[in-house]
């Protein structure tokens, strides 16, 4: 699934493509799950934002236009074999492709996200100053759910998805399953540093394209940080810390990756 990193990349290079351009159509064939789209037509993109995993492009006349990648879905900036909606502007065209058809992509007025829950109660973004270990911990006080599946929440902190909260919980030495409110102040502290290194260093190299090859950048370049997944995809695989092998185990409904001697 993309999750930040890739999102965010994403957003990147679509930017200069699509900021000043007056959108000139958007073409699809479903209504309902491509909401309010004619909303978008003759108006200016006037930006590009991302809130977690969520692509926001401001449009002139107080309106958005959002676009959720869900599982395997991403902006191209050539047609893909499952194409979903073509978004036509001032002389270019992007191209959302999503074989899973799990991705979302919706017109409405700036600021209002009442049709997307998550989004409405998004906690802080990783690389904001607002995002801090004390807080963090706050948070994970609040739950005795598994770890991973309040991260996972986007609550504590936005944009983490099964590949890079794996990657994080890996990096801290913390078990998926361990029970939020059982995260002391020095876990936290762990966890956070771990969540923004593993971030950053995914974004730096374009995020995580796996073998399925769904995600690509725009242009169709893959992302190259999978080479550096220490726990992701790795199982029966030896820890690179302990040498142990790495397990799996389902965790809220995602199969986590994890060492179960050094992540505890
Ligand atoms: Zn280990």
């Not at 540093?193 to 995600?215: E, K, N, Q």
Request: contains cysteine; glycine residues 10%; positive net charge.
């Amino acid at each position: 699934m993309p999750e930040l990193p890739e999102v965010e990349t994403t957003r990147r290079i679509l930017e200069p493509h699509v900021v000043g351009r007056r959108v000139l159509g958007l073409e699809h064939d479903d209504p309902k799950k491509y909401r309010h789209t004619d909303l978008a037509v003759g108006r200016e993109v006037l930006s590009t934002r991302r809130r977690g995993k969520y692509l926001i492009f401001p449009l002139r006349g107080g309106l958005e236009l959002i676009i959720h990648l869900g599982m395997s879905g991403s902006l191209r900036l050539q047609p893909g074999g499952h194409t979903r909606v073509r978004l036509e502007l001032e002389g270019t065209t992007v191209f959302f492709n999503d074989p899973r058809r799990f991705g979302r992509l919706l017109v409405v007025p700036a600021g209002e996200y009442s049709a997307m829950p998550t989004l409405a109660r998004m906690g802080p973004e990783p690389f904001s100053r607002s995002f801090t270990a004390r807080l963090l911990h706050e948070h994970l006080q609040q739950s005795c759910s598994a770890l991973k599946t309040v991260l996972l929440s986007q609550r504590p902190v936005a944009g983490l998805g099964n590949i890079y909260a794996d990657e994080a919980l890996w990096l801290a030495k913390l078990a998926p399953y361990r029970p939020a409110c059982k995260v002391d102040a020095a876990a936290a502290r762990r966890l956070h540093r771990a969540i923004r290194r593993v971030l950053r260093r995914a974004l730096s190299l374009g995020g995580s394209t796996l073998s399925d090859g769904v995600y690509t950048r725009p242009s169709g370049e893959p992302g190259y940080f999978q080479i550096e997944h220490k726990v992701y995809g790795r199982a029966k695989q030896p820890c690179l810390r302990c040498g142990r092998q790495v397990a799996t185990m389902v965790v809220g409904g995602r199969t986590s990756h994890y060492c179960p001697v050094c992540q505890r």
